[in-house]
């Protein structure tokens, strides 16, 4: 059973954070508040739910029911897909590029997740700014941190930026239990299929 959880949990480490040169999911994740949290969780509830899958599979298995769980295992990446753009839509959404200084003293550019929904002071002064712009547009998140000379509370308070956090943590870990588990239902379904040939 060690064997199993070390090998499955290997599968999974490289799936989700990559092996070597390969690639891995996290790697299309550049907010640094977010990346560690995000791998830790997804790759604990995927490895749990690999195992809940296989577990339920033991046994010996009909052809018609071994097809029917490809299928599934194809359906359920197929969702894995559409789940990724629904992922990016708020990830996007989300996060914001700012300058930063490292500790070195270089400036470079990070990645911060902003909040759900601004302060009360940021939400008078972007209705100030719609009311004086001649197209009546909102100024942009970056017009906004800019002007609040990057004070990041100022803009999203420490309460939004959480749940902000949450919701994308949510989204991602959902997403990587749907590839996990497509991936568990096709590799069973294979398995299972060597296991009916070496018996005949």
Request: aromatic share 10%; with cysteine; proline share 2%.
């Amino acid at each position: 059973m060690n064997t199993i959880i070390t090998d499955r949990l290997s599968t999974i480490a490289a799936l989700i954070v990559g092996s070597g040169s390969g690639y891995g999911l996290s790697q299309v994740i550049d907010a640094p508040e977010l990346k560690t949290w995000m791998i830790t969780i997804s790759v604990a509830v995927s490895l749990l739910l690999s195992l809940i899958i296989s577990l339920s599979l033991m046994g010996r298995m009909t052809v018609a029911k071994r097809d029917k769980l490809t299928k599934k295992g194809w359906y359920v990446l197929i969702g894995f897909l559409a789940f990724i753009a629904v992922f990016f839509i708020y990830y996007n959404k989300y996060t914001i590029k700012i300058p930063w200084v490292n500790q070195a003293g270089q400036i470079g550019d990070t990645v911060i997740v902003k909040g759900l929904k601004y302060t009360t002071r940021a939400s008078i002064y972007r209705d100030s700014v719609k009311s004086h712009d001649q197209f009546g547009n909102y100024p942009t998140d970056d017009v906004l941190l800019d002007d609040a000379t990057y004070d990041i509370r100022k803009v999203w308070s420490d309460d939004s930026r959480t749940n902000a956090r949450l919701v994308l943590l949510f989204l991602y870990t959902i997403m990587t239990c749907f590839l996990i588990a497509g991936v568990t239902l096709i590799v069973e379904g294979i398995i299972h299929s060597r296991k009916k040939s070496s018996r005949e």
